[in-house]
């Protein structure tokens, strides 16, 4: 639990820290076991004192605690929630345990009749990936943005490929939910999908797998220690400094955390320069590459293969659409796209992205 006197250090550090817009998103653990006092204290002070920064907030929940007391405070503050639900009940219970779903459940229609925007964030396991049709659907029938995450290998316990879902599985999983998204364009909404598409078009990474993420975003710990990110809180090889002593970015930068984090993005310019993807995709996420080697800096982020297919599929699909078939490039500004015959394809996605 941080204490309100570490919240304060945090605003404290944050004010002369940088002069970029600030978002705030409150982690756990379960952030909701805060309770509701915490949240008024906090979300008033963080936004009096950083005012200058224009703090927006967020919070990552299972929404088991909610109450419409925790939801009128957050309402006030316009906080919207990330949560997590694997599917249907039975499968989302199967990976996340007994009664998970309908604990999540009824703390989102708490939400929701409070106004708050809910998005949850789908793991796909080895095991459940074999039920991509129903998870799809079940988001659809329930009028879910699907925003999905392929599990990692376990970096505790003796087995720690249980549940991971192996790269070459996670692509093919992205490009069948494209398949399925251009099916049900009108009504599908798929975060990463739209995510990976838009890094495309823009040829900048749009989330910060896709991003040098390096000096851009950090997690405080409950004791105010500062980390690059919320994946590496409680390794205490990777504290880059403390709130309390209000490091600069020069003094974060002399931190090994720092270093190493910028060892994979020297990295990345190197051992994927040939890769036509490497403006937008930039090695993957840096904690995923190097958290598992124990800090060596020795390859990109093991999704790699899964990057590149999904990034190839968009590119020789555009390619299709706008030029009737040979893969050349992206084909920005070239001849005009054919008229759409049926399905829906990649530019009509482009085009409901741009008007939404
Ligand atoms: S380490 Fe990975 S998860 Fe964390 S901010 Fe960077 S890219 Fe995102
Ligand atoms: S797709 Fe793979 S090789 Fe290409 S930039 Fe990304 S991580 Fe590097």
Known sequence: MMSMETIREVAAWLKDFDERQVTITFHGGEPLLAGPKFYREALHLLSDELSHLKPTFAIQTNLWLMTPELAQIFAAYQVPIG????????????????????????GYRIARENGLFVRFICTFTRQSVDHREEIFHFFMENGFALKLHPALPSLKGDNPEKWALAPEKYGDLLIYLLDKYLENLDTAEIMNI?????????????????????????????????????????????VMGK???????????????????????????????ECPHIR?????????????????????????????????????????????????????????????????????????????
């Open 194 to 238: 739209n995510d990976l598409l838009k890094s495309v078009f823009t040829r900048t990474g749009n989330v910060c797998t896709f991003n040098d993420c390096m000096g851009n975003t950090f997690a405080i710990g409950p004791d105010g220690s500062i980390y690059p990110c919320y994946r590496f809180v409680g390794m205490p090889e990777w």
């Open 280 to 356: 937008y995709c930039r090695g993957g996420c840096p904690y995923n590459a190097i958290a598992p080697t124990g800090g060596r800096v020795e390859a990109e982020d093991p999704h790699c293969p899964a990057y590149k297919q999904i990034f190839d599929e968009f590119n020789d699909r555009l390619n299709k659409e706008l030029y009737g078939s040979a893969p050349t490039d992206m084909g920005m500004g070239g001849p005009r796209r054919k008229k759409r015959k049926g399905k829906a394809g990649i530019m009509d996605l482009m085009q409901k992205m741009v008007s939404e």
């Open 243 to 273: 709130v309390y002593e209000r490091p600069t970015k020069a003094d974060l930068a002399e931190s090994r955390a720092w270093k190493l984090m910028h060892a994979f993005k020297d990295f990345v310019d190197e051992h994927c320069k």
């Open 83 to 106: 949560s997590s639900i694997d599917g249907p009940k039975e499968i989302n219970d199967i990976q996340r345990g007994t009664g998970y779903f309908d604990k999540t459940m009824h």
